[in-house]
């Protein structure tokens, strides 16, 4: 469940990219980066997707392994604590800085794991 200060939308953020993302939530797996990586970001958006391998059709490459993905999200994309004020976060958000995947938004218990992940310091 997302809970404490990072859930607040805009808690301790400013910019243009930060989105509000619901205070409680119910994540559709277990918050933690390792099955962020398993079940939501290799499957919509590192292998095969558009943030994959070497060629990318974003300035985010999230590699083709979870190390390099947790590397490159943790090179600004992420800001611990914070899901709100995140990119990740505002890609992901319907209504935000785009609606990532394209053509298939995650679900709201799918995003609501990685914010819950972000929420509880976005740790490897």
């Not at 095969?48 to 190390?67: P, Q």
């Not at 995947?101 to 794991?113: F, K, T």
């Amino acid at each position: 469940m997302l809970t404490g200060a990072g859930a607040l939308a805009g808690a301790g953020c400013s910019g243009d990219d930060c989105v509000e993302v619901p205070e409680t939530c119910t994540p559709q797996y277990e918050p933690t980066f390792d099955a962020v990586y398993a079940n939501t970001l290799s499957a919509s958006c590192a292998l095969g997707g558009c943030h994959g391998g070497t060629s990318t059709t974003s300035d985010l490459s999230m590699g083709s392994t979870a190390d390099e993905a947790y590397a490159a999200l943790s090179a600004g994309y992420v800001e611990p604590g914070d899901p709100g004020c995140s990119l990740v976060v505002a890609h992901l958000e319907p209504g935000g800085l785009g609606d990532m995947p394209p053509g298939d938004v995650l679900s709201e218990e799918e995003r609501c794991a990685v914010r819950t992940w972000i929420a509880e310091g976005a740790k490897r």
